[in-house]
């Protein structure tokens, strides 16, 4: 089957920099995903990492180190907004399926 | 602009109940899915289907069923609510799953209490 681990809550100041580690087990690995959800809210797409290496998308960042079975999820200049709960998620082994981490609690504070 | 709309976005029912939950989507994706998310333990899939009128069990099947008779519909039925049914649930859908396709877009969540 598959699992994925992450913090259960990070905290930072705005401005600062954070990493949401993910380590994961999987029979079979078609790249690493992150969605971001803000209370209340559904779970929104920020970035995906297929192959080894960093991915960067404006403020946010995403690294894999498939040897590792491991990413990361680079969150600069934190601002307020970001307060959210943020999921790893893989390809699971029945070819169509997603399964997410458990999911990080972020807090930025002023 | 992607879209998935789920029909209802609060519920209470009564035990025993038999709910509906409903799911449209208007991406034409191939693949829909329900989730069920918990304090603590994250998305859970209860079920997926990858074509009209197939389906597949997830990790939580067990006191649903689900019903996908069109492609953009994809329906989550609860047989006898029960109260540790209480909880939010999330449709999704996604495009056929290939090297580099990786993304799965969310409806807002259905939030059902059961009494």
């Known amino acids: 089957g598959q699992s994925l681990e992450q913090p259960s809550e990070v905290t930072a100041v705005e401005g600062a920099i954070v990493q949401i580690n993910c380590t994961y087990q999987?029979?079979?690995?078609?790249?690493l995903s992150w969605y971001q959800q803000h209370d209340g809210g559904a779970p929104t797409f920020l970035s995906y990492?297929?192959?080894?290496g960093l991915e960067e998308t404006g403020r946010f960042s995403s690294f894999l180190s498939r040897s590792d079975s491991y990413g990361y999820l680079l969150l600069q200049e934190l601002q307020m907004k970001d307060s959210a709960s943020y999921f790893c998620?893989?390809?699971?082994?029945?070819?169509?399926?997603?399964?997410f981490g458990p999911g990080t609690r972020l807090s930025v504070l002023p | 602009d992607v879209k998935v709309t789920q029909s209802s976005r609060y519920l209470v029912k009564r035990t025993g109940e038999k709910v509906f939950l409903e799911c449209v989507q208007d991406?034409?994706?191939?693949?829909m899915f329900w989730y069920r998310q918990d304090p603590g333990l994250g998305l859970r899939l209860i079920y997926f289907?990858?074509?009209?009128?197939?389906?597949e069990k997830g990790d939580i099947p067990e006191g649903y069923s689900v019903s996908r008779e069109k492609k953009e519909r994809f329906s989550l039925i609860l047989e006898s609510a029960s109260t540790n049914q209480t909880s939010m649930y999330l449709c999704?859908?996604?495009?056929?799953?290939?090297?580099?396709?990786?993304?799965?877009?969310f409806g807002e969540g259905s939030w059902l209490t059961v009494v």
């Open positions: 999704a859908s996604s495009l056929i799953t290939r090297i580099g396709e990786n993304t799965i877009y």
């Open positions: 999987t029979s079979g690995f078609y790249g």
């Open positions: 990492n297929a192959l080894d």
């Open positions: 998620a893989v390809r699971g082994r029945r070819d169509q399926n997603f399964v």
């Open positions: 991406m034409d994706h191939e693949n």
């Open positions: 289907s990858y074509d009209v009128k197939m389906k």
